[in-house]
């Protein structure tokens, strides 16, 4: 069963040019060069008919279904497709039950194409397993969202990953060129005069998705009047109205990657970390508050005790985004975020947590001392609750004094550094050590 053949027997120039014009061959495949160019893998195995189970990761219209389509066309074995997002456990259960039948009756292998596999739960994921490690099946899954986030191990580790990279201006061109030129499946039958000012402005507005690009131009071409000896004039103002900017959606890997821009630039660019900011709530209608409580994290992790007046700056922030709302706060926002960006940095809060994490590993249980323990009840003298030494009692409300459990000899695990405002405890530790070494 071929899924891709659905509909290919009707009058082709009914079909969306988009559709006619879809690859049959990688000779017509465009794009990702460095997967399927002449001599690379996936492209020796798609001509030899011995593709493996696969992933295909990439943004939208970057030839991830095209891809599979010519799979299918290659393939001397069934072909079979699902989407992830109407698809169930009992339609994988019987694509599986029938590869199962052809091949133990007819030596005949099953290739399972689901697209939007990031769609797939964990339990429809989990269905396809054992069928996979057993060869009864060839997987081939299709998504748009960062694998390792949305695939499971198991799936992920028994499949060969390829990231498809976004098509460009060029890519656009050229399938536009192509359909222009076929009078089979193209526009090659109309008597087409098109600008290159208008190809152009296409081009830019698919921004690398070929089949938005050839639904713009056919729309054009068949839409616009023709002169008295039949020729179809297309214009930049008939392609401007052809194609529209289009709405950019973020799926869940490309919100992370931005916030994860987002925290990087943080740490060394005032408009970076602006721009990103700005582009995810304004462009993508992101939450403004995933990015504020970002920065509050980002004011501890990158920034502490070096200035920490930014972590004030962003809570204040926070607040005054509950209180006057979006698009008002924004201002307030960008304030807290340059301001964190400009402060001097330290890291050293967070690595203070990565050593005491890992003295946790080593200790395994830590018992109270004795004079830190709870004194204030009767009898607690008599159990040894004493010795204590209260700091203010003493010059500079400091004393030397045992804080660790007996196990641990004094570590250092908070170490200041010489950035901003931290310096002046940096200052204080190394005074208190020397004295410490003087006793």
């Keep these: 069963m071929d899924l891709f053949s659905f509909g290919e027997q009707s009058e082709p120039r009914a079909r969306l040019l988009a559709d006619r014009m879809r690859p049959e061959t990688l000779d017509e495949y465009i794009g990702q060069e460095h997967i399927v160019g002449q001599g690379k893998l996936l492209r020796r195995a798609i001509e030899g008919d011995v593709v493996s189970s696969i992933l295909l990761f990439g943004p939208p219209g970057c030839g991830k279904t095209t891809l599979a389509h010519i799979i299918s066309k290659q393939t001397k074995g069934d072909f079979v497709r699902l989407n992830a997002v109407d698809a ?255 402060s001097p940095k330290s890291n050293a809060i967070a690595v203070t947590i990565g050593k005491m994490m890992a003295s946790f590993d080593a200790l395994k249980s830590a018992e109270v001392p004795m004079h830190l323990r709870d004194g204030h009840y009767s009898g607690s003298k008599q159990l040894g609750h004493v010795g204590y030494q209260y700091p203010h009692d003493f010059p500079g409300h400091y004393v030397d004094q045992n804080y660790f459990p007996d196990k641990l000899s004094s570590p250092v695990f908070y170490e200041a550094t010489e950035q901003g405002m931290e310096d002046k405890i940096r200052q204080n530790q190394l005074k208190r050590r020397a004295n410490r070494k003087k006793k």
């Design 88 to 342: 169930t456990v009992k339609d994988v259960r019987e694509v599986i039950e029938q590869a199962e039948t052809n091949k133990s009756m007819y030596g005949r292998k099953t290739t399972l194409f689901l697209d939007e596999v990031h769609r797939f739960n964990s339990a429809r994921q989990d269905a396809l397993l054992p069928s996979v490690e057993r060869g009864t099946i060839t997987f081939i899954g299709a998504t748009t969202e960062n694998p390792f986030h949305s695939v499971n191990g198991a799936l992920l580790s028994r499949s060969t990953l390829f990231r498809l990279e976004p098509l460009t201006r060029e890519h656009s061109l050229l399938a536009m060129r192509r359909a222009l030129s076929d009078k089979g499946r193209g526009l090659g039958f109309m008597k087409l005069a098109i600008e290159e000012e208008a190809l152009a402005h296409i081009a830019s507005m698919a921004n690398g998705d070929i089949r938005r690009a050839l639904t713009a131009l056919e729309l054009a071409a068949v839409t616009t009047p023709s002169e008295l000896d039949g020729t179809v004039r297309v214009t930049l103002e008939v392609a401007e109205e052809s194609i529209r900017q289009p709405s950019i959606q973020a799926d869940e890997s490309t919100q992370y990657d931005i916030l994860s821009a987002f925290h990087k630039s943080v740490r060394g660019s005032s408009d970076a970390a602006l721009f990103w900011f700005l582009y995810a709530v304004e462009k993508l209608g992101m939450d403004p508050m995933v990015f504020l409580r970002r920065l509050t994290v980002a004011c501890s992790e990158d920034i502490g005790l070096a200035n920490p007046q930014a972590m004030v700056q962003a809570v204040s922030a926070m607040e005054a985004y509950h209180r006057i709302g979006w698009p008002e706060a924004k201002y307030i926002v960008a304030q807290a975020i340059l301001f964190a960006v400009e």
